[in-house]
């Protein structure tokens, strides 16, 4: 063979030992990378999380390196109800990493029209219990921490204090909570996003981001505890926390991907009625701010059910303004009911949804009106020929009756008709009288 051929083959022997090698790293790095359980071909993922996030990544706005973010990020939930549900349902779809979630209550009949992490099956159970199990059913890759437990500076402040969140979803329902999780947010630079629906409106903004206002910087002072309605007392359409819960996930995303268009500085404000979405323009942070300006006054948690004025617990507080010898047990209540005047003092919808048999519905909110005083001086003067003179007063878990029972007291004070309330109104009837007669 001539001398050139000879060195030829060499070298062609040697290219070919080469590639051989390579061949066998790339085929040993994917198997050890397989018993990892990653991909070969992009090892921040699965080949799993690379065709499930797949319709996301491919979007110029989230992108692998947005995908990345997400994994990587943690985040805390308070509030697994109508707002929280949805919001951790798409933030879990779309693999963020950790999430962690709080809420102190158990999954209610009641709550099934818009807390759609929970199902029948859940009801009694804690909701974060219940929220956890439907998260991982849906997403098995991500890490979901379900603390069963209130809100408030203690406890939130040893939560905050072991992780650092990237961002906070405010899912509750009451103003204490609100500024509670807008003084976390500014004592920790974590940016806030607040939600909030009730009936046919929702609202929705992005507190303490990159230089925008946070809660207080809007409203340093809490609202009067009586201005404040609740879903359980003005009723809420589950489509409505649904749509806003959805756009809580939204910019969380956003502002987790590091993408612009964040709503900050704006509020988003959605009336579920006629469809619409309108923007207003937020204040600017305000310097004087007591957490977030300049020289903030309040540099560590208070005491906010204090500040507010009102519970951080949605549990209706029972008033007691009565006399004992004004108000009638349910169960003697329930023996008498069929031969007497009762007056239930709900609002007329929910009468109409269901009602005891022979009672009068005179809704609280008109007792004092001259022709519902008219009225009853009517029907008093009739059963008072009757011999009847005792009027039973009932609502639905007895404080608004005490309040009417008051409020009458004074109208008919003339009239030798007696008044009394009640007690523990139609939640003690369905609890202890009767199951079927609804517990809402
Ligand atoms: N400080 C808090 N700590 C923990 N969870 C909270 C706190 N404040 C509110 N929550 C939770 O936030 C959720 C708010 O949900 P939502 O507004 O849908 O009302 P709800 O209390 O579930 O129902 P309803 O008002 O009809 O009784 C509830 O599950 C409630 O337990
Ligand atoms: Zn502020």
């Not at 011999?387 to 004074?410: E, F, P, T």
Request: glycine share 6%; net charge neutral.
């Amino acid at each position: 063979m001539p001398k050139q051929d000879f060195e030829d083959l060499k070298l062609e022997i040697k290219r070919l030992r080469e590639e051989l090698h390579q061949k066998e790293e790339f085929l040993r790095e994917r198997q050890y990378k397989k018993l990892q359980g990653k991909n070969v071909y992009n090892d921040q993922f699965t080949t799993e999380e690379i065709v499930r996030y797949s319709r996301q990544m491919i979007m110029p706005n989230i992108n692998p390196h947005g995908q990345i973010a997400l994994k990587n990020s943690k985040i805390l939930i308070v509030g697994v109800g109508g707002l929280g549900c949805p919001a951790a349902l798409y933030l879990a779809s779309a693999g963020v990493g950790e999430i962690t979630l709080i809420d102190y209550d158990e999954v209610e009949l009641t709550n099934l029209h818009r807390q759609i992490l929970h199902s029948e099956s859940d009801i009694d159970i804690p909701k974060v219990e219940s929220a956890y199990n439907s998260l991982k059913r849906i997403n098995s890759h991500i890490k979901v921490i379900p603390l069963r437990l209130h809100a408030n500076s203690l406890t939130i402040k040893d939560i905050i204090t072991k992780n650092k969140y990237h961002v906070i979803v405010d899912g509750s329902d009451n103003v204490a909570t609100r500024y509670l999780l807008n003084d976390v947010c500014v004592m920790n630079d974590i940016p806030l996003v607040s939600g909030s629906a009730l009936q046919m409106e929702g609202q929705l903004t992005v507190y303490h981001y990159q230089g925008g206002p946070c809660y207080r910087c809007l409203f340093p002072v809490p609202p009067p505890p009586h201005a404040v309605t609740s879903c359980g007392d003005g009723g809420v359409l589950g489509a409505v926390p649904g749509t806003i819960g959805v756009l809580q996930a939204l910019e969380t995303i956003k502002i987790l991907t590091n993408s612009s268009g964040v709503l900050s500085g704006r509020l988003l404000l959605f009336d579920g009625t006629n469809t619409t979405f309108r923007n207003v323009k937020l204040r600017e942070r305000n310097l004087k701010c007591d957490v977030c300006g300049e020289n903030p006054t309040v540099k560590t948690l208070i005491d906010y059910e204090l500040f507010c004025g009102s519970s951080s617990h949605d549990k209706v507080i029972n008033i007691d303004i009565l006399k004992c010898n004004e108000q009638i047990d349910i169960i003697d209540f329930s023996t008498i009911l069929k031969d007497n005047v009762v007056l239930d003092v709900r609002p007329k919808i929910e009468y109409q949804m269901c009602n005891l048999p022979n009672t009068v519905n005179i809704p609280f909110t008109e007792i004092e009106k001259d022709d519902v005083f008219e009225k009853l001086n009517k029907l008093f003067k009739n059963k008072l020929a009757d011999g009847i003179k005792n009027v039973y007063v009932l609502c639905r878990r007895g404080n608004d009756s005490q309040r009417a029972v008051s409020c009458l007291k004074k109208k008919f004070s003339e009239s030798p008709i007696i008044f009394y309330n009640v007690k523990g109104g139609l939640h003690a009837y369905s609890k202890f009288v009767d199951t079927s007669f609804p517990r809402y």
